[in-house]
């Protein structure tokens, strides 16, 4: 489960640094595009760039659902898991309870047959 929250965590980690790049990316163009400072070739590449970067980012969104999918899969196991523990818990508990009980009852008829045989000797 660690684990998978950590994978979770990276992914989530290269989406905002993919944004980050992005949005950097966007800011710097319009500012050398203002400027005139901006080459016809880059400004032809720079869409190409943003689709690429683009695409990075929707395919690390289509791994984060795929980790979320799979946490919420781990999840559900782990609980199945709490609610069998659980189970057996209080079975074992009710288990115990009727053996106590019937060695309860096993001593006392022992105990009064042992009492009757002295009773008898006497």
């Known amino acids: 489960m660690a684990a998978e929250e950590s994978r979770r965590l990276k992914i989530l980690g ?3 640094e993919i944004d ?8 710097d163009y319009r500012r ?6 901006l080459p016809m ?3 032809e590449n ?11 980012r ?3 969104q289509r791994d984060l659902a795929e980790q979320e999918k799979r946490l919420d899969a781990v999840r559900e196991e782990l609980k199945a898991a709490m609610i069998r523990k659980k189970s057996l818990e209080l079975l074992k508990d009710k288990q115990a309870k009727r053996l106590n009980a019937f060695l309860l009852k096993e001593e006392e008829k022992f105990l009064s047959e042992m009492t009757l045989l002295r009773l008898a000797r006497t």
């Open 32 to 37: 050398l595009s203002e400027e005139g400072l």
């Open 41 to 43: 070739a880059s400004s």
């Open 20 to 27: 980050a790049a992005i949005e950097t990316s966007y800011v």
């Open 58 to 60: 929707g395919d690390r």
């Open 14 to 16: 290269r989406i905002a």
């Open 46 to 56: 720079f869409s190409g760039y943003l689709a690429r970067m683009k695409t990075q």
